[in-house]
Nanobody, 121 residues
Framework: QVQLAESGGGLVQAGGSLRLSCTVSGRTFSTRSMGWFRQTPGKEREFVAGIHWKGRINYADSVKGRFTISRDYPKDMLYLQMNNLRVEDTAVYYC???????????????WGQGTQVTVSA
C-alpha cells in the first residue's frame, strides 16, 4: 500500500516562493513516474508537472519557467519548487505516483491528501 504525504504549503504574497515536498512510502520509488497536480473549488484537478521514471520532465504551460519538479531518490522524496507565484496559483496541490513500475505512459493512480497553497495579491 503506497502512502504519499505532501507538505510545504502555506500563504505567500504574489511574487514569492514555496517548496512543496512529497514523501513516498510503500512502493519502489525509482521505477515509477510521479507528478504534481492542483485543484481549486469547482474545477477539475489539473496537471502541473511530471517527472518520468526515466527522467523526462514536463510542465503545464502556465507554470513553465516558474516551477521546478525534482526527486531525491535516496530519500524517496518528490519536490516542487514554486517561484514567482501568482494569485492564480492558489489551489490544493497533490502529489501522485504511477502504480505500475516501468510504465512508458504515466498513470497517476495513487494520491496524497493535498496541501493548500494560497497566494495573496
Amino acid at each position: 500500500q503506497v502512502q504519499l504525504a505532501e507538505s510545504g504549503g502555506g500563504l505567500v504574497q504574489a511574487g514569492g516562493s514555496l517548496r512543496l515536498s512529497c514523501t513516498v512510502s510503500g512502493r519502489t520509488f525509482s521505477t515509477r513516474s510521479m507528478g504534481w497536480f492542483r485543484q481549486t473549488p469547482g474545477k477539475e484537478r489539473e496537471f502541473v508537472a511530471g517527472i518520468h521514471w526515466k527522467g523526462r520532465i514536463n510542465y503545464a504551460d502556465s507554470v513553465k519557467g516558474r516551477f521546478t519538479i525534482s526527486r531525491d531518490y535516496p530519500k524517496d522524496m518528490l519536490y516542487l519548487q514554486m517561484n514567482n507565484l501568482r494569485v492564480e496559483d492558489t489551489a490544493v496541490y497533490y502529489c501522485a505516483i504511477d502504480r505500475t513500475a516501468h510504465a512508458e505512459t504515466p498513470r497517476y493512480d495513487d494520491w496524497g491528501q493535498g496541501t493548500q497553497v494560497t497566494v495573496s495579491a
